[in-house]
């Protein structure tokens, strides 16, 4: 599976951005999607995943409505809608897939760069 993370880029506090995950080389629908960021220095945290399904998990900072994950089967793409974000929200924001509901994730992509001055 190749994953293409996109739509980083640097906005001020308050501002928006959405990401996208572009996978191929498995059926999209049957794919778990998860976003993960890493901020300079510190470990890798989740930030939201979706099933199959269309089940949705979030971390407790993206569970305060400010991030938001879908996915679009049509177009083999997730996304990730990032709005009122804060400077702390600066990190390198990956996607990542899994094949089963209750597994690791397994593909990773490349990440894109989120940065966000005050």
């Known amino acids: 599976v190749q994953l293409q993370a996109s739509g980083g880029g640097s906005v001020r506090a308050g501002g928006s951005l959405r990401l996208s995950c572009a996978a191929e080389?498995?059926?999209?629908?049957?794919?778990?999607i998860g976003w993960f960021r890493q901020a300079p220095g510190k470990e890798r945290e989740f930030v939201a995943g979706?099933?199959?399904?269309?089940?949705?998990?979030h971390s407790e900072d993206s569970d305060k409505g400010r991030f938001t994950i879908s996915r679009d089967n049509a177009k083999n793409t997730a996304y990730l809608q990032m709005n009122s974000l804060k400077p702390e929200d600066t990190a390198n924001y990956y996607c990542?897939?899994?094949?089963?509901?209750?597994?690791?994730?397994?593909?990773w992509g490349q990440g894109t760069l989120v940065t966000v001055s005050s």
């Open positions: 979706i099933s199959r399904g269309g089940t949705v998990t």
């Open positions: 990542a897939v899994k094949m089963i509901l209750t597994g690791p994730y397994v593909y």
């Open positions: 080389g498995h059926p999209f629908s049957r794919l778990g």
